[in-house]
């Protein structure tokens, strides 16, 4: 019944909609809950969160929340707070975490291609893509060419079962990252094959010299 009571306290209602008045930032937004509300009045979407939500919303006195920019405005405001939203299955109702705990909690999922882009709305919600490599061997130097690229709660990885990259970040990012990945999704050139053989090489004798020091050791 505890659980219950404090889940209800935290939904926004999204009564009035056809009547929700635009306004100013710092009048409609001065915190990041109330600011939910105004968002929810706007947009015909409910929030809940678990308890206060900590942060401010600041801003000059131009900024205005309309019913066109709300959804984005709000989503970004979150993103610079440490928070995200995730959209529930209902899709009329977001639930506000930590950014931090994106990685433990599922997330929208698209998929993309050298041929096709794919669909990511214009917000700081986190996504996941999933990117069809057209050559797969260079798919490691991807992965760690794009790592310096991540936000901060962002991760990549490679997958080479099915040779494709598996990209979890907002979706503002995600639409770099994809720029950035069909750029480099291209056949590698000789000498790339010729440096990468040697580090194969390179790495196979470490690891034997490795072995051996370990079987001196033991003898």
Request: proline share 4%.
């Amino acid at each position: 019944m505890r659980i219950i009571a404090l889940v209800t306290a935290v939904i926004i209602p999204s009564f009035f909609v056809l009547t929700a008045d635009a306004g100013n930032l710092k009048t409609k937004c001065s915190t990041l809950e109330i600011c939910a509300e105004t968002v929810s009045q706007l947009t015909n979407r409910q929030y809940i969160f678990p308890g206060h939500l900590k942060g401010k919303v600041l801003g000059t006195e131009g900024v205005e929340f309309t019913a066109e920019n709300a959804d984005s405005l709000y989503s970004q405001i979150l993103n610079e707070n440490g928070y995200t939203r995730i959209l529930l299955e209902d899709k009329k109702t977001y639930r506000i975490i930590n950014a931090r705990d994106v990685r433990y909690t599922p997330v929208p999922q698209v998929n993309g291609s050298f041929e096709n882009e794919p669909v990511l709305p214009n917000t700081t919600d986190y996504h996941m893509m999933s990117y069809q490599m057209r050559y797969p061997d260079i798919s490691s130097v991807v992965t760690r060419s794009l790592r310096p690229f991540m936000s901060r709660y962002g991760r990549i990885i490679d997958n080479k079962v099915n040779g494709t990259l598996v990209v979890q970040d907002t979706a503002l990012n995600l639409k770099r990252l994809y720029g950035l990945i069909k750029q480099m999704d291209n056949e590698p050139t000789r000498e790339m094959k010729k440096k990468w053989k040697k580090e194969k090489e390179r790495y196979h004798e470490i690891q034997l010299e490795k072995a051996r020091n370990c079987t001196d050791k033991k003898s």
